[in-house]
DNA sequence: GAAGTCCAAGAAATCGATTTCGTCAAGGTC
DNA sequence: GACCTTGACGAAATCGATTTCTTGGACTTC
């Protein structure tokens, strides 16, 4: 890979004026000429590790998302990705397990490449953005908010478990059970909390195990609702808050022998290919793509010099 | 972010030896000591940037994949991720999109980033190397092969078709169509290969348009489906050479009013959640972590130093 | 003619970590 | 005692691009 120097001197000129023709403008048309003619000759690329040591920038950013495996954020992903590189810049995804150590690993990673920012769904409210906020480099939260004063875009997520329990209501059903994510993420609770003021409106009793916790995935979901249907009072429906215990939770009233078409599923988030799902199931259909791209559209503000204060933008899920 | 040259002032030596301390062994323990509490107290992290202009190398590997929102690339990059972490590398993973221009830039990227090597499943056979390959960065293809002289990992995919197919048959289904991908790409080709090989081997025709080629996405398996469903004489049973096709072939095959579970469907790749995929199905399952897992390695050991000649693993699919 | 201003462009510094080179001291061998 | 080897460690160079500083020439104004 040729340098700079060796473009310099195939065109007769400095190196630094080699930097002022791609970067700068106080270059005579002579020598723009000749360094221009000498950099396709050599198929000269800057070295990228160069120029973002020297300016301290780059045109990259970190997106950090919990789980590749999850439709919603390989959806929110390319929602980023699609509005980064309109804008010049390079998407670098990291998975972490919603690990917080991992997490940390991947900010301080961040930092240290000089990174042009983070989109971050946070692993836990205790995610340490040190960091990266001391370098001063803009931080979007996604999905879920952080402690920090950052810029952040979710989802009414209450408002999803108001209308995902209430449809459950409005199918007929009235012992309705909740399968939640972990403890002490913030969508999750959003969500259950929704059902909650649902059942409490409605005056439906909630008996004792109906709000179970589980890990976000299928597994989780299936040994949730086992454990449902083997209450003394079994519920007749129950809501998820994520697809993907949906898939769980229904899997395991299929195995159970219950006919799934009479029992009552709310899922928020969508279940993959709509089609091969019972017709009674109801599903949230959350806006995983329009997430990625208001939090890149929001970073890449702030990356350009936008200085408000932090703010939230919430949008709106839907009845699929 | 504290550097190199704040330890070593606070730690009363030079940065060359606090660079040893981290990097080398010929540091008195005295010395040793003092650097890493001076280390410790200023939560040094070294600049990663710095490290990698002067060692002209970096402990970060590119994947670059088709189509993020298909499980099995998903399954493919959790599996190159847990290896590479495993030997303290990073991924950065990209989604080419299946475009060439994409996967071109990510590859000049990967170059001028100094990136350890790449992990490539090629958009097409004329994926450009020239870049990488001029820095003699080791290259992995996985999934699909290159015509350049690089490692390989892939599925014995024609063994895939004909397993596929052999199961239709053998559910009785003599009529029996082929959904591929997009002309040129190996992986189809050796699939439909596959289709062919076990229909001549069986003497049954294969009617005009009974091979249909598709993007590899749900709606190109659905529009090809519809395709040929209006033929003078419909199959009564189609391979889909990857899954998402035939997750639009079934919904085509379901809203043309055909019974699903009389209509033969054998797809490559696993359809997603199976219990709710009607049993007559026909999975072949791809290794597609072990895929991953299996390219890591072996990017590794080029970044280790191997130097043998370019080698081809071959793995196999299963009947699910 | 002298002084001031502006523009183009080369030389040198900068970014932060690593590596190379040189020096010194200690120990061992002849 | 002289010479050689080894290890520790500081000073300087290196990586490649960008930016800052300085200089010279051209032009304008007084």
Redesign the interface.
Known sequence: ?ATIYEVAALAGVSPATVSRVFNGNTVSPEKQRAVREAAAKLAF??????R??RKQSSEVVALLIPD??N?FF??L??GV?DKAQESGF?V??C?TDDDPGKELRYL??A????MAGVILAPASDEADLG?IA??GSPVVAVDRTTPYPVDAVKVDNRAAGIAATTALFDAGHRRIACIAGPVGIESTEDRFLGWRQVMTARRAAIPEGYLQHANFR?DGGHAAMRHLLALPEPPEAVLTTNNLMG?GA??AV?EAGVDPARFGLAVVGE???M???PPAVVQVRLPARHLGTTAATMLLERIGGDAQPPRTVVLRAELA
Do not use: G
């Not at 690329?45 to 160069?50: E, F, L, R, S, V």
């Open positions: 890979m690329t800057p070295n990228k590790t160069a973002r040591l590749i495996e439709p390989t959806a992903a390319r990705e390079s670098v995804l998975n301080q990673i930092a240290s490449e000089q960091a001391s370098l299928a898939v229904l899997q299929v279940l993959p290919f089609f091969l799902t």
